[in-house]
Every structure is written in C-alpha cells, then in structure tokens.
C-alpha cells in the first residue's frame, strides 16, 4: 500500500493509531517547519521518535536541549530523538526545517535518547561487489531492540544509491513496516515492491508492508532516502529476523553473478 502526500507547513498526519493506521499500529507524519515556528508534542500514552531530515532545529525535551543542524538529508548525518510517554517535546525551528515523526502507544518508561550524529550505528552494505554492486547502499539505524529493548519501535534510514536496490535479496517478516520516501530532486522517483504489489514512489511519499516479500529500487539518477519504521509485535519483536524470498535466496552466493562475467569474456 501507497501513499502520495502533498505536505504543507505544520504537522502532516499521515498515519494516526487506532484510526488509519492500516495495521502498523504507529502514528506517522511529517513536521514541515518555517524558521521561528515551534511545534509540542507530548503524549501520555505513546513513546515519540523525531528525525530530522533537513534544517537546523532547537530540541527541548525535560531539563535537556540540543541544537540540531542537517543541511541536507543526503550528504548530512542524522539526528534523531526518541523519548517514551509523558514526557513534553518542544521544536523550535532555526532554519526552514523537516522532521519525520513516528510515535506508538507505550506503557513502559525508558531514558530518552538523543541520537547524535556520533551514536547512529551505521552499516556499509553491497560495497565489496555483491551482485555486481548493485544493491550497494548505507544503512543507518537509530534504535532497535539491541539497543533500545523497552522500546516498542524500530527506527532508521537507508540511503539508496542511484539506480541501486535495496532491502533486496526481497525477504519479509511478519512485523509491519513503514517507509517514507525523500528524493535528492523533487522529480526523483523509485520503485516499491511489496503486499503483493509493485508502486511507483516520489518525495515525501510512503509505503505500508505488512504481509509478503519486499524490496526496493531508485531511478538512475536519483538518489533516495527512506525512513523505515517496524513497530513490535506484542511477544514478537522484532530482532533484525529476515526470511528471504525462497525463489531468489540463491542471490546471496559469493559466486552468483560469476555467469555475467564469464559471457563478457567470451565475447
């Protein structure tokens, strides 16, 4: 499932719990922030995770603030601040600012985390020439259930190169998941596989996979970078579990794009 959102300034909801929120059971939206503008957020039921993609920001949560400055969602790091129920997130803007948010219900109270540039754990993946380097791509991940495991979310981002797969060999698990899409160029599109379907994705658009094999590509030429979220099963979190897609887990074989190469020496 797919959606398009023509985002205006304020707080764009995309999904809501218990209202639309197709079964991810997590609220999802977009802050789209003016310099001087500021935005609260507090729940009394839901832990609150806030990503900012681009802009400088002032984060204030508790007795604690921190400046956060991304000028740009591809060549800046991330930041990202994750705090549990009750507790009250005031946002002042800077510059002109963007800020993914994704929140889920959350009786448990763990310490709230502010996720430097320094802390994101970050993997280099499809780098040493797998498939012929075409699902080379960095994946960053704020928290999860090694590092975070009264937390009932998993949030990061995978920056897909140009033309490169990602979240491929196509795999699944049975925890739903969401992407939100942003492109290098507001023209830059991919493609999405998953529920069965095959979608186009654009800015600032996102996806809900809650049921079979997923994967996804960008356009040559335009980079993207996607926000993936996976909220827990209650007794099933989630543990980085990938169940690959039986017709394709051949591809993970050190030796499986041999055959190109041995045609190009032939010629």
């Known amino acids: ?35 001087g503008d500021e935005y609260t957020f507090e729940e009394s039921a839901k832990e609150i995770a806030l990503d900012l993609l681009q802009g400088k920001v002032v984060f204030t949560w508790g007795e604690e603030s921190v400046e956060a400055d991304r000028p740009n969602t591809f060549r800046d790091e991330a930041w990202c601040l994750h705090v549990c129920k009750d507790v009250k997130v005031v946002v002042k803007a800077v510059t002109d600012a963007e800020i993914y948010v994704q929140m889920t219900d959350n009786d448990r109270v763990f310490p709230c985390n502010m996720y430097t540039p320094e802390r994101v754990q970050t993997q280099h993946a499809g780098d040493k020439g797998e498939l012929m380097g075409c699902m080379r791509r960095e994946i960053k991940t704020f928290f999860d259930y090694d590092n975070e495991p009264e937390s009932n979310m998993v949030l990061g981002e995978v920056l897909n190169f140009p033309g490169k797969w990602s979240s491929y060999p196509p795999h699944h698990h049975p925890q739903p998941e969401v992407y939100f899409y942003r492109f290098d160029y507001p023209d830059g599109f991919g493609a999405g596989f998953g529920n069965g379907d095959i979608y186009k ?19 040559p030429g335009y980079a993207m970078c996607y926000m993936w979220g996976i909220r827990h099963l209650d007794g099933d979190p989630w543990k980085k579990t990938r169940i690959d897609d039986p017709e394709h887990a051949w591809l993970w074989k050190p030796d499986a794009n041999d055959h190109i190469f041995k045609m190009e020496e032939s010629k």
């Open 1 to 35: 499932m797919y959606f398009d959102y023509e985002a205006k300034r304020g707080y764009n909801a995309y999904l809501t719990l218990g209202v639309n929120d197709h079964d991810t059971r997590m609220d999802v939206g977009l802050l789209v922030m003016a310099a």
């Open 201 to 219: 994705t654009r800015h600032n658009g996102l996806s809900i996979i809650n049921h079979g094999f997923h994967s996804q590509g960008a356009a």
